[in-house]
Each structure stands twice: as C-alpha cells, then as structure tokens.
C-alpha cells in the first residue's frame, strides 16, 4: 500500500518509495545464536528514502494502532514549528536543542 507523497522531515525534498520489507525483530545471542530470531518474527514496513540527504523513512503496513504511535513518537520545534523525530535530541531544520 503506497502512500501519498511524503516530504522528507529534513530538506523537504519528496522520499521515493523503495518498497516493502521485512524487518526482524529478533536478535542474535551469544548462548543460543539465531534461535531467538525465529521466535521474534518479523515486521513488514515500507521504505521510504530521500535522494537529497539520504534519510529512510519506515512505516508499518499494520493498521490505525500502528499510526496513533508514530504520531506520538513525533515532536514539534518550539522555534520553528518543524515535526520531526521525537528522539532527536535537536530540531533538524533550525537546529534548536532540547534540554533533558
């Protein structure tokens, strides 16, 4: 399901949609190896990527649960009302920091 056309959050240059993919969600660990990889599954995304500055974007394919946390993993810049990554520790636009 391809979306609307989307700016990147950090040059505002259009993303051109790559496709979609599965991203494990497990990981390998020392003792048992890949074995938890199996039982972790995966997560089908679509991907997303700015030809300007090279930013991907990865969007679940799941449903309105799915949007209502990417929404509430996003923050607006006090400075320059710009939306971006809630774990950016400074607005990518105007470079504003945010205090912890």
């Known amino acids: 399901m391809k979306r609307d056309a989307i700016n990147c ?3 505002k240059t259009p993303m051109v949609f790559l496709g979609e993919q599965q991203i494990q969600m497990g990981k390998t660990s020392w003792v048992l190896g890949d074995l938890p990889n199996l039982f972790a599954g995966a997560m089908d995304v679509e991907v ?11 969007f679940s394919m799941e449903g309105n649960e799915t949007q209502c946390q990417e929404a509430a993993s996003r923050k607006i810049c006090p400075e320059c009302s710009a939306e971006h990554d809630a774990d950016d520790d400074c607005c990518p636009i105007c470079g504003h920091v945010y205090t912890k």
Do not use: S, V
Request: hydrophobic letters at 20%; a positive charge.
């Open 9 to 11: 959050l950090r040059c």
């Open 48 to 58: 997303y990527q700015c030809r300007k500055c090279g930013k991907l974007e990865f």
